[in-house]
């Protein structure tokens, strides 16, 4: 009878410690592996996400444009502000022009040659408005895409060895 009573201690005492055995080796609360019930691991929703659609950018007006960019561009020109004026202005029509040549999407070579008419004029009212030092600095400006004007590189001359 002993060992009955033994045997059975033993048997209740291993039953009823799992569940602080496995509490404590991170088993959850016994039930399943832990990762779906016990409230370990990674939790999952069941209502599917909405993924928000990125808004567009808002389209700047030629006006927008050119007032972000003509604090570089004066800098780098060194307008006073009545040459800041001019070239503010000046950029603003014909790039306006430009947008509404871009809405009526004409054919490539209409658009080609609206382009080239729209550069033509701009560049005679530059001319009038500017000085030619300026001016000059503008279309070197322009032909660097605004980025940076190219400064003049000294030459270095090689020595040869005599």
Do not use: H, W
Not at 48 to 53: A, D, H, R, S
Not at 123 to 143: I, S
């Amino acid at each position: 009878m002993k060992t009955n009573k033994k045997l059975f201690l033993s048997f209740l005492l291993i039953v009823l410690s799992f569940p602080f055995l496995s509490a404590q080796y991170g088993y959850g609360n016994g039930y399943g592996n832990g990762y779906g019930y016990g409230g370990y691991g990674r939790q999952r929703n069941t209502i599917p996400q909405v993924q928000e659609t990125p808004k567009e950018p808002e389209k700047l007006t030629a006006a927008q444009i050119v007032d972000q960019e003509m604090p570089s561009i004066t800098e780098k020109l060194g307008l006073n502000p009545f040459e800041e004026a001019v070239l503010s202005t000046t950029l603003k029509k014909y790039l306006q022009e430009r947008i509404e040549l871009q809405i009526l999407e004409l054919p490539a070579d209409k658009m080609r040659e609206s382009y080239e008419k729209i550069t033509l004029k701009q560049d005679e009212e530059l001319k009038a408005g500017l000085p030619a030092d300026k001016y000059e600095a503008f279309v070197e400006l322009q032909k660097s895409g605004f980025k940076k004007v190219k400064e003049k590189k000294k030459k270095r001359k090689n020595k040869s060895k005599t």
